[in-house]
């Protein structure tokens, strides 16, 4: 039997239910729920700018790892291919990124930020700080620095990817 098996069959017999976790200490609902209001609080400063979830996501990734090979660009913007592959489309015909041919890989194209795509994720960083900001109001800098490096261990051991 494969781990996930051996995991799957624990849980069932084992592990408590959702009823009795609640959904207010069910760690994956409550995260679902914080970038739900985080991305609704964004949408205004995102159709000013005719960009959407995905397109932010993107140019935001770029502007810190340009150069991605699309395929770890969804990776990292958490965004499934088909979506970020209509989203990136978008966004080269509105010069907010390039492809470019990836010399290492002749099947694989690399994108990059323009510098009218650095300028459009530069208007949206104030109202991205803010939020982040107001997510941690009242919660002091060493219980901010413990959360957020609880989430990456937990990524670590979730992701697939290594990166």
């Known amino acids: 039997m494969n781990e996930r098996a051996q995991i799957a069959e624990t849980a069932a017999d084992e592990l408590p239910r959702l009823g009795e976790i609640g959904l207010n200490n069910f760690a994956p609902y409550l995260m679902n729920r914080i970038m739900g209001r985080y991305n609704a609080s964004m949408r205004a400063e995102l159709a000013a700018l005719g960009l959407s979830t995905p397109k932010l996501r993107a ?21 499934e291919q088909s979506t970020l592959s209509r989203a990136l ?16 890989d002749s099947r694989a194209s690399r994108i990059y930020i323009t510098e009218a795509g650095r300028a459009a994720f530069e208007k949206l960083w104030p109202h991205m700080a803010l939020e982040y900001e107001r997510m941690f109001h009242g919660i002091d800098a060493a219980e901010k620095r413990a959360f957020v490096a609880t989430l990456q261990t937990i990524l670590g051991n979730i992701r697939k990817h290594d990166f």
């Open 59 to 79: 140019l935001a990734v770029l502007s810190v790892i340009d150069g991605l090979q699309s395929r770890q660009l969804a990776v990292y913007a958490v965004t």
């Open 89 to 104: 489309d978008a966004l080269v015909a509105e010069g907010l990124v390039r492809r470019a041919a990836d010399p290492d």
